[in-house]
Nanobody, 118 residues
Framework: QVQLVESGGGLVQAGGSLRLSCAAS????????VAWYRQAPGKERELVAR???????DFADSVKGRFAIFRDGIKNTVYLQMNSLKPEDTGVYYC????????????WGQGTQVTVSS
């Protein structure tokens, strides 16, 4: 079974950048896509960016133009490059595999904390 491990979170000032990594182990060859979600304190978990391996990238409106999502197939890792960070980007970031047909999350990582100070 596929396991996902996130890393790269931390504390950064507003306007700064962070790169999150989501490394897949186990049997990653059946994964159709990976998405990043985040959950801010007191709020519901929301989709940030999605990358489907056969084509298709989606971003939340709030991060368009600031975030990028890309994959290193050799390392079985999906990255979330976050630029021009804002305090409202603060939250726990999770990566999750995506079902090709429903585009819903399937397997989750443990999450990594991102804190953006003003």
């Amino acid at each position: 079974q596929v396991q996902l491990v996130e890393s790269g979170g931390g504390l950064v000032q507003a306007g700064g950048s962070l790169r999150l990594s989501c490394a897949a182990s186990g049997s990653p060859f059946n994964v159709d896509g990976v998405a990043w979600y985040r959950q801010a304190p007191g709020k519901e978990r929301e989709l940030v960016a999605r990358l489907m391996f056969r084509g298709g990238i989606d971003f939340a409106d709030s991060v368009k133009g600031r975030f990028a999502i890309f994959r290193d197939g050799i390392k079985n890792t999906v990255y979330l490059q976050m630029n021009s960070l804002k305090p409202e980007d603060t939250g726990v970031y999770y990566c999750a595999t995506q079902d090709r047909f429903t585009l819903r999350p399937d397997l989750w990582g443990q999450g990594t904390q991102v804190t953006v100070s003003s």
